[in-house]
């Protein structure tokens, strides 16, 4: 298996799903929407930034961010496997998803 950026992204994902290693410690910003999926956040910043620098993901459309937030909720509520992540990473690569979305 070649290592590429897309793998490595996938896989920084992965352990930052698995692992959990960032929280917000500040009581003003506890509980507010969004501080508690900060993982979850951060591994898609990882994916769509891997995606955009290879030139996969161009600009930003409703339907791409409806389908990033559907992989948000999936990432916080649903146990993603390591072979599932490289899936998803590398079907979010595909000539029909960089072109449907321009």
């Known amino acids: 298996m ?4 897309r793998k490595k992204a996938a896989l920084y994902a992965y352990w930052i799903l698995k692992l959990k ?3 917000i410690v500040d009581s003003r910003y506890v509980g507010r929407p969004g501080t ?8 898609l910043y ?13 600009g930003d459309c409703g339907t791409t961010r409806d389908y990033i937030n559907e992989l948000e909720f999936s990432f916080r ?3 993603i496997s390591m072979g ?4 998803i990473v590398e079907s979010l690569n595909t000539e ?5 979305f321009l």
């Open 46 to 58: 990882i994916i769509v930034s891997a995606l955009f620098r290879t030139g996969r993901l161009a």
């Open 84 to 87: 599932s992540m490289f899936l």
């Open 77 to 79: 509520y649903r146990d």
């Open 96 to 100: 029909t998803f960089a072109h449907s």
């Open 21 to 23: 290693p960032f929280t």
């Open 36 to 43: 508690s999926a900060i993982n979850e956040k951060f591994a």
């Open 2 to 5: 070649e290592i590429n950026e």
